[in-house]
C-alpha cells in the first residue's frame, strides 16, 4: 500500500494540547503536513465521526503466543507451566505457518488501534536448532506478515543462549529452546546483520532474560545496540528473580545495569516485581518500562509497580505480550485500575498518563516521529466512535476519559497508518482475519 496526499477531517481529535473539535489534517506523503483547529467539513475530503487519537504501539509481542488464546485456561498451574503449552507451539512453528498466522495476529492489531509492532522474536531456527538456508527466515517471516497487515515492526531480534538459570550456574538449552539459540553472541550478531532494511521496518536487539543470557553476553549485545532499541524480560516472576540472586547475588535489573545495558533506549518488560533498587536504576537511566497487564493477570505473575516507577522518572509503554486480549485501551486503564486494586486509591494515573502510554512504545521501538497529531509527525489515525454501547453519552464532554476508561477495540472505527487507510468502518483493507486467524491455529494445535 501507498500513501495518498489527502485531507482528513476528524469531529474530534487528541492533539498535544488537549482534544480538539471539528479538526483538518492534511496528509502528504504519509505525515501530517498542517493540522488545523475548529474547522468545517471540506468537500472531497474524509470524515471521521468520534474521536481520533494518535496510533498505539504495541511495544511487546509475541506472535505465535496468539495461537493460545482459548487453549491455555483449564486446569490449575502457573507461568510456568503455561510455559510448556507455549513450547508446544513453539516446535509446531515453521517460515509459512509462521507467516500466516502472524499475518492474522498483525492486523488484529491495526483492527484494535495499534499501529506499531515490537515483535520479540526467538523462535529463529528448525525444529533441531539447525539454522533453516535462509538463516533469519522466520524473522522474515515476520517482516512480510506485517507488510501484508500494513503495520510498522520493530524486530528485536532475541539473543536466547540457555536453557535456564540456578544456582549452579546456566543450563543448556532442551526440547523447544534449541531452535531460540544461535550459539553464542557472535553467532547471533552475524544472523541479526543479515536482515535488510526495509521502510515498515526497524531493527533492534533483545535480551531474552537473565535465564537465558549471561552477563557477559548481556554486556556485548548492550554494546552491538548502540543507540537502537534494546528491550529485554526482567523480573517477571519472583522465581526468576531467586534463580538470579542464587546465581549471581543480584536482581535481574543489577545484572543489566552493570552490563551497561540500562540506558535510555532499554526497555525492561513488565518489571513486575522490581525492587525499589530497581526502579531507582532505571528512573535515572531514562529508562523505559513495558507494562503488559492483561497478560501479567492472565498468567498470574502479579502487579507492576507502575506509580513507584512513573515517581522515579521512567517512561511507561503497553504491549499485548502473549495476546490473551488485544486491545490498547484495555491495557492502558488496567495500568490505573491495577493501582486501584494495590492501593485502594483512584486517581494515581489520570486518562491523560494513560493514553501516553499507549503512544510511548513507538519512541521504544525507534519510531520518533510517530505518536502524536502533529504537523511533520507520521500520519497515524485511529478513530474511535462516541456512539457506540460503550462510549454513548462522551459526546456530552468529548475528552480522553470516555475512552481511555470505557471504550475498547470494538469501538475502532478507522485506522491509517502512514497516511494509509488499513482499516475502514470496522474491516481490514486486505486481511480477514474471522477467516484466517482459525485457519492458521489449526495448524499448529493437534
Known sequence: MTSTDRLIWCEYAVLPAGVAEGVTIEVAGGRCTTVTTDTEPQTGGDRRAGITLPGAANTHSHAFHRALRHRSQTGRGSFWTWREQMYA??????????????????????????????????????????????PNAMGLALVEAARDAGVRITLLDTIYLHGGLDAGGYRPLEGAQRRFGDGSFDGWAERVAAVAP?????????????????????????????????????????????????????????????????????????????????????????????????????????????????????????????????????????????????????????????????????????????????????????????????TAGATLAPDLTAVVFAAGAADVTHVTIDGVDVVADRRHATVDVATEMPAAIEELTP
Not at 484494535?112 to 533453516?132: K, L, M, R
Not at 497487564?293 to 515517581?311: K, N
Not at 486517581?347 to 502510554?357: E, I, K, R, Y
Request: charged share 20%; with cysteine.
Open 198 to 390: 526495509a521502510p515498515h521496518l526497524r531493527i533492534g536487539a533483545a535480551v531474552h532474560s537473565v535465564r537465558a543470557v549471561d552477563p557477559a553476553a548481556i554486556a556485548a549485545v548492550g554494546e552491538w545496540a548502540g543507540g537502537a532499541p534494546l528491550h529485554a524480560h526482567v523480573s517477571e516472576q519472583r522465581a526468576e528473580n531467586e534463580a538470579c540472586h542464587a546465581a549471581h547475588a543480584s536482581s535481574p535489573t543489577e545484572v543489566f545495569d552493570r552490563a551497561g545495558a540500562v540506558t535510555p533506549t532499554f526497555t525492561a518488560v513488565h518489571a513486575t516485581h522490581a525492587t525499589d533498587g530497581d526502579v531507582d536504576a532505571l528512573g535515572r537511566a531514562d529508562a523505559a518500562v513495558c507494562l503488559c497487564p492483561t497478560t501479567e493477570r492472565d498468567l498470574g505473575d502479579g502487579v507492576g509497580p507502575a506509580s513507584r516507577l512513573a515517581r522515579a522518572g521512567v517512561t511507561l509503554a503497553i504491549g499485548s505480550d502473549s495476546h490473551a486480549v488485544v486491545d490498547p485501551f484495555e491495557e492502558a486503564r488496567l495500568i490505573e485500575l491495577h493501582e486501584r486494586l494495590v492501593t485502594g486509591a483512584r486517581g494515581v494515573f489520570d486518562a491523560g498518563d494513560l493514553a501516553a502510554t499507549m503512544h510511548a512504545g513507538h519512541q521504544a521501538l525507534g519510531w520518533d516521529d510517530a505518536g502524536s497529531i502533529d504537523a511533520g509527525q507520521r500520519a497515524d489515525l485511529v478513530t474511535v466512535s462516541l456512539s457506540t454501547p460503550r
Open 89 to 134: 507451539i513453539a516446535e509446531a512453528l515453521d517460515p509459512d505457518r509462521y507467516h500466516r498466522l502472524a499475518r492474522a495476529v498483525f492486523a488484529e492489531m491495526t483492527l484494535a488501534g495499534f499501529t506499531a509492532v515490537g515483535e520479540f522474536h526467538y523462535v529463529h531456527h528448525q525444529a533441531d536448532g539447525s539454522p533453516y538456508a535462509e
